[in-house]
């Protein structure tokens, strides 16, 4: 997969809202593109509204750094090797568990941000989405994921 199309993050979106529901949590959930810039986002009811910029910049700081934003927490400690990272690019580099890079092909496509529990809890929502994405594209150890969106059934 070459770039991260509309459509799929639309069925990115369904699995991460069916495991956040599963998990009895409303996420804000967003998926942007290879350059950061915002291609999906849902605002399940009862979300917190912070959590709307929270996921956004999640997703982005995934793209951006080339890694899970989880994976900053601890180097960006402080007396780590990037304390006070969170504090550049007006403030937008999160250090919450909870954004995941999308790869395809070996290089990153996309991201996604999830805010609306632990960091924990969102980097659990995150990853059903990133096995989804990889399921979409036959990656080794990839399951396959369905998600059930009303009346209509996705295969992923």
């Not at 989880?70 to 690019?89: H, K, S, Y």
């Not at 790869?103 to 991201?111: A, E, F, L, P």
């Amino acid at each position: 997969m070459d770039k991260l199309t509309l459509e799929t993050a639309r069925k990115l979106l369904a699995v991460a809202e069916q495991k956040s529901r599963q998990m009895g949590l409303n996420s804000n959930i967003a998926i942007v593109d290879d350059g950061g810039n915002l291609v999906a986002f849902e605002r399940m009811d009862h979300a917190r509204i912070a959590g709307i910029e929270i996921s956004q910049n999640k997703a982005w700081t995934s793209v951006s750094m080339q890694m899970p934003t989880a994976n900053l927490a601890q180097t960006a400690a402080a007396g780590g090797p990037a304390f006070g990272i969170n504090t550049t690019n007006g403030g937008r580099v999160v250090i919450l568990g909870g954004g995941i890079p999308l790869t395809s092909g070996g290089r990153i496509v996309g991201g996604i941000g999830v805010s609306g529990g632990s960091s924990a809890q969102d980097i659990e929502v995150a990853t059903a989405a990133v096995q989804a994405f990889d399921a979409m594209q036959g990656k080794p150890g990839a399951s396959n994921v369905n998600a059930r969106i009303g009346s209509s059934r996705i295969y992923t």
